[in-house]
T-cell receptor
Framework: AQKVTQAQTEISVVEKEDVTLDCVYE???????LFWYKQPPSGELVFLIR??????QNEISGRYSWNFQKSTSSFNFTITASQVVDSAVYFC?????????FGPGTSLSVIP | SQTIHQWPATLVQPVGSPLSLECTVE??????LYWYRQAAGRGLQLLFY??????ISSEVPQNLSASRPQDRQFILSSKKLLLSDSGFYLC???????????FGSGTQLSVL
């Protein structure tokens, strides 16, 4: 069975602080993809990143970075120098051979 | 460019009434289509997905059904709504397996 766990339900940080959102997954599929999505207060989910199971290189995109560690089944997301606009619910997702499974989400509040 | 339309944005329905939510995708052909529900607490639950016309996979037994009468049209229905059907319903599409999801703006359904 596939499962995605985001242990942090809610996080609050002060603007300009760094914050890491944790994601741990379970799957028996040998090939799979991991995703992060952002859901701002408007409600529409926005794609952030996709990573396949064979690519463990970390990725950086501006203030965002992702740390994929297959050995610990984790795909953590770090926001550097957080901004108020980063306030949103963030979802980690896993897709194996068929459907996408989402984690429960982490609500991030960035306080000015 | 591709776009996804989902309507209505909000809907208030009495218990026992029927439901029809429509989702259409433009600018692509043969997309994978999905219906998700996000209940209070934010978790995204996959309800249905479709890889082609007339092909519907149901993830959880429930009071809802889905249909795909045309390539880029995905409809979520119910004959008799329950209170527990309240939630935020999101339609999404992807180009195929393991591709990123593009989400609609969602429908907030309140069953009273």
């Amino acid at each position: 069975a596939q499962k995605v766990t985001q242990a942090q339900t809610e996080i609050s940080v002060v603007e300009k602080e760094d914050v890491t959102l944790d994601c741990v997954y379970e799957t028996r599929d040998t090939t799979y993809y991991l995703f992060w999505y952002k859901q701002p207060p408007s409600g529409e989910l926005v794609f952030l990143i996709r990573r396949n199971s064979f690519d463990e290189q970390n990725e950086i995109s501006g203030r965002y970075s992702w740390n994929f560690q297959k050995s610990t089944s984790s795909f953590n997301f770090t926001i550097t120098a957080s901004q108020v606009v980063d306030s949103a619910v963030y979802f980690c997702a896993l897709e194996g051979y068929d459907k996408v499974i989402f984690g429960p989400g982490t609500s991030l509040s960035v306080i000015p | 460019s591709q776009t996804i339309h989902q309507w209505p944005a909000t809907l208030v329905q009495p218990v026992g009434s029927p439901l029809s939510l429509e989702c259409t995708v433009e600018g692509t052909s043969n997309p994978n289509l999905y219906w998700y529900r996000q209940a209070a607490g934010r978790g995204l639950q996959l309800l249905f997905y479709s890889v082609g016309i007339g092909q519907i996979s149901s993830e959880v037994p429930q009071n809802l059904s889905a249909s795909r009468p045309q390539d880029r049209q995905f409809i979520l229905s119910s004959k008799k709504l329950l209170l527990s059907d309240s939630g935020f319903y999101l339609c999404a599409w992807s180009r195929g397996l393991n591709e990123k999801l593009f989400f609609g703006s969602g429908t907030q359904l309140s069953v009273l």
